[in-house]
């Protein structure tokens, strides 16, 4: 079957892995600690995850015809979204990657609003911008 991974969620992971824990400026706030970026990923997953429906022509993909396909969305303070979702990119075969997009950007609408997020107001600088990747394989 089918699952979501999050590839890369939050727009300033990559530079945070490298720097420390510490309460660093970025652009918009103090930087996420590395135990809050963890529980962010993991809500926000879980959130999709259950408002994802697999469609029914991927449900018997085979492992020759993967699908990969990335979103990215921008979110209002509250957790509502404020532009998207839009697919970014796609690989693998060009029909599932179609059917896998239109699913991902569903369930990101339908899991609209992300409200759970208001309590890392924070760090809203570093979640604002969230991008997804759907993998058929997984």
Request: some cysteine.
């Amino acid at each position: 079957m089918l699952r979501l991974v999050l590839a890369v969620v939050l727009a300033l992971v990559t530079q945070m892995h490298f720097a420390s824990a510490k309460t660093e400026k970025v652009d918009d706030g103090p930087r996420m600690p590395p135990e809050i970026v963890q529980k962010v990923l993991k809500e926000v997953s879980d959130n999709i995850r259950k408002c994802w429906k697999v469609p029914a022509s991927l449900r018997k993909i085979n492992k020759t015809d993967r699908a990969i396909v990335h979103i990215r969305f921008a979110l209002a303070m509250d957790g509502s979204i404020s532009s998207g979702p839009v697919l970014l990119k796609t690989q693998g075969n060009q029909m599932y990657s179609k059917i896998l997009g239109e699913s991902a950007i569903t369930a990101v609408k339908n899991c609209s609003p992300f409200s759970f997020l208001v309590k890392y107001k924070e760090y809203y600088g570093q979640w604002k911008e969230i991008k997804l990747r759907f993998d058929s394989r997984q």
